[in-house]
């Protein structure tokens, strides 16, 4: 999920064998074309979790479901680092390596578009050679509850068509 696709997609580059890629709203490959940087943090410390007005408008698509206060309290520091190589595009991805791995890129249709504009799920599908999902109802948190069980059913789906028992 987010950056975590990103770090997936990585780790995927890294192994001898991936049976496939299921990526939540993924941050895309700095070396994707027409992917748009995202201004930088300040570098040095970690950079504190958004705040609430901030948190709810980026990540759960401006709604305040129940259990928002656990929700925030869990929220972390992120590395700058890390941070700033997603938003200055320079973790590069070998769309080559990809080619042959079932792959599912998994869009919320009211994800912050300064992070994740219009198009850009389905063109990181493309880049991979997957295919593409728009949940236009979901948040870029969309599997944090209320939103939980609808989001995850198509990924199952998804899962159980491609990787049968």
Do not use: K
Request: charged share 20%.
């Amino acid at each position: 999920h987010s950056l975590g696709a990103l770090i997936a997609m990585r780790a995927a580059m890294r192994l001898p064998r991936t049976a496939g890629m299921l990526l939540v709203a993924p941050s895309p490959p700095g070396n994707m074309p027409g992917v748009a940087a995202v201004p930088e943090v300040p570098d040095g410390a970690p950079v504190p979790p958004p705040g609430e007005a901030v948190a709810v408008a980026r990540f759960l698509g401006g709604e305040r479901p129940e259990g928002l206060a656990a929700y925030l309290a869990a929220l972390g520091p992120e590395s700058p680092r890390a941070l700033n190589d997603r938003y200055a595009l320079r973790v590069p991805i070998d769309p080559a390596r990809f080619a042959a791995i079932p792959s599912l890129v998994v869009e919320a249709g009211r994800d912050d578009a300064a992070r994740h504009p219009a198009g850009q799920d389905a063109a990181i599908a493309r880049f991979l050679g997957g295919e593409h999902l728009l949940l236009p109802d979901m948040p870029h948190c969309m599997m944090l509850a209320p939103w939980a069980e609808a989001a995850a059913a198509p990924l199952i789906a998804w899962h159980r068509a491609r990787f049968p028992r």
